[in-house]
């Protein structure tokens, strides 16, 4: 990570000493003092790549704090690596920063202010995320932008070879689980979006709290990648909405499901929330961010996958089951009738 022109002691030299330096702990970082970073992979391993990047006005808010957007940009890609089964062994990672300290646009007109004290509270929260789930910085980029504040993220994770969980195992009769909770993070966007109080929906300030700290900063369910390794015939991680991956891994796999929307496992400021605004459903449903395993276990793995996950202190739900035959996965509701969705999932495009 240094600068193209190779100039000494340049602003981008500066800013990565004192800032992003610390956090390159792994010998193979070099300092972040080369162009380059060496990784050994670990014997009988393979490595497992994975990038996701957060945008300005898109994936935040311009106010949101600093701390809690680097713990974003590193969970999301950790949560994708819990999902194939993999562990982290480190991380790059690419800033795109306003020429002009303190200002960039983002959707709306609005504006991120990054000076060095959001450089500094960013980088030390990154830090602390890299520390706590053993993924030290090996190097990465940063360039002026004329546009948002976009901050790209790639990890690189491991499994034993020949062991990765695909979207692509999954067969008639598999149970289909999700860990944690679905929906919080949608509903926490939702009151972002509308500004809403906890009285707005008769939710308690910390009920409140809870859904937008869910939107803000993501759980990545790493302690439950060895489970989903050993007993998943196929998983991946719910990003962009539990029925539009649910889908996808159905599509991949040549199977569809049907799920019990009874059953997927809510909060209670989730349950509240919709019992005053039962129209948000389809937000729990399709609306994504939760960073939760979605995963497919055979039954005959499935007690020993859910004794698993509580050893590693993971809930996880059973809401479905995967069928033979092609189409969307079916979305049951409490009267037995599929559920019609406007949009199964998020899309940028």
Same mark, same amino acid.
């Given at each position: 990570m240094i600068s193209d022109d190779g100039t000494i002691g340049s602003g981008e030299d500066r800013l990565i000493a004192r800032h992003f330096a610390p956090l390159a702990t792994h010998p193979g970082a070099l300092g972040l003092s080369d162009d380059v970073a060496v990784m050994v992979p670990p014997a009988g391993c393979e490595l497992v790549l994975e990038t996701d990047a957060i945008v300005a006005g898109m994936h935040f808010f311009p106010d949101d704090p600093p701390d809690a957007i680097a713990?974003?940009?590193?969970?999301?890609?950790? +949560?994708?690596?819990?999902?194939?089964?993999?562990?982290?062994?480190?991380?790059?990672?690419?800033?795109?920063?306003? @020429?002009?300290?303190? @200002? *960039?646009?983002?959707?709306?007109?609005?504006?991120?202010? #990054?000076?060095?004290?959001?450089?500094?509270?960013?980088?030390?929260?990154?830090?602390?995320?890299?520390?706590?789930?053993?993924?030290?910085?090996?190097?990465?980029?940063?360039?002026?932008?004329?546009?948002?504040?976009?901050?790209? #993220?790639? #990890?690189?994770?491991?499994?034993?070879?020949?062991?990765?969980?695909?979207?692509?195992? *999954?067969?008639?009769?598999?149970?289909?689980?999700?860990?944690?909770?679905?929906?919080?993070?949608?509903?926490?966007?939702?009151?972002?979006?509308?500004?809403?109080?906890?009285?707005?929906?008769?939710?308690?300030?910390?009920?409140?709290?809870?859904?937008?700290? @869910?939107?803000?900063?993501? @759980?990545?369910?790493?302690?439950?990648?060895?489970?989903?390794?050993?007993?998943? +015939?196929?998983?991946?991680?719910? +990003?962009?909405?539990?029925?539009?991956?649910l889908a996808k891994l159905c599509r991949v796999s040549g199977v569809t499901a049907r799920v019990e929307i009874a059953r997927v496992p809510l909060s209670g400021a989730a349950h509240r929330l919709l019992d005053a605004a039962p129209e948000h459903l389809a937000a729990v449903l399709s609306g994504g961010d939760d960073y939760e395993v979605l995963c497919t276990v055979p039954p005959a793995r499935l007690a020993s996958f859910t004794a698993a996950a509580a050893a590693a202190g993971v809930p996880v739900t059973d809401i479905g089951e995967i069928f033979e035959g092609q189409g969307a996965p079916v979305l049951l509701g409490s009267d037995g009738h599929p559920l019609a969705l406007d949009r199964a999932s998020f899309s940028h495009f």
């Amino acid at each position: 990570m240094i600068s193209d022109d190779g100039t000494i002691g340049s602003g981008e030299d500066r800013l990565i000493a004192r800032h992003f330096a610390p956090l390159a702990t792994h010998p193979g970082a070099l300092g972040l003092s080369d162009d380059v970073a060496v990784m050994v992979p670990p014997a009988g391993c393979e490595l497992v790549l994975e990038t996701d990047a957060i945008v300005a006005g898109m994936h935040f808010f311009p106010d949101d704090p600093p701390d809690a957007i680097a713990r974003k940009a590193l969970r999301i890609n950790l +949560s994708d690596l819990a999902a194939k089964g993999a562990r982290p062994l480190g991380f790059l990672l690419s800033l795109a920063l306003p @020429r002009r300290t303190g @200002r *960039a646009t983002a959707n709306g007109g609005a504006v991120v202010a #990054v000076d060095d004290a959001w450089l500094a509270a960013f980088a030390a929260a990154l830090g602390e995320d890299a520390t706590a789930y053993g993924c030290p910085l090996y190097g990465g980029d940063t360039v002026a932008s004329p546009g948002p504040v976009m901050i790209s #993220v790639t #990890v690189i994770g491991a499994v034993p070879t020949g062991t990765l969980v695909k979207r692509s195992g *999954a067969r008639p009769g598999d149970r289909v689980l999700v860990t944690g909770t679905i929906g919080d993070a949608a509903l926490g966007l939702v009151l972002r979006m509308e500004r809403a109080g906890a009285e707005d929906f008769g939710l308690t300030a910390e009920e409140r709290e809870h859904l937008l700290s @869910r939107y803000l900063e993501p @759980r990545p369910r790493t302690a439950l990648a060895e489970a989903v390794r050993l007993h998943a +015939s196929a998983g991946m991680d719910v +990003s962009d909405g539990l029925a539009g991956d649910l889908a996808k891994l159905c599509r991949v796999s040549g199977v569809t499901a049907r799920v019990e929307i009874a059953r997927v496992p809510l909060s209670g400021a989730a349950h509240r929330l919709l019992d005053a605004a039962p129209e948000h459903l389809a937000a729990v449903l399709s609306g994504g961010d939760d960073y939760e395993v979605l995963c497919t276990v055979p039954p005959a793995r499935l007690a020993s996958f859910t004794a698993a996950a509580a050893a590693a202190g993971v809930p996880v739900t059973d809401i479905g089951e995967i069928f033979e035959g092609q189409g969307a996965p079916v979305l049951l509701g409490s009267d037995g009738h599929p559920l019609a969705l406007d949009r199964a999932s998020f899309s940028h495009f």
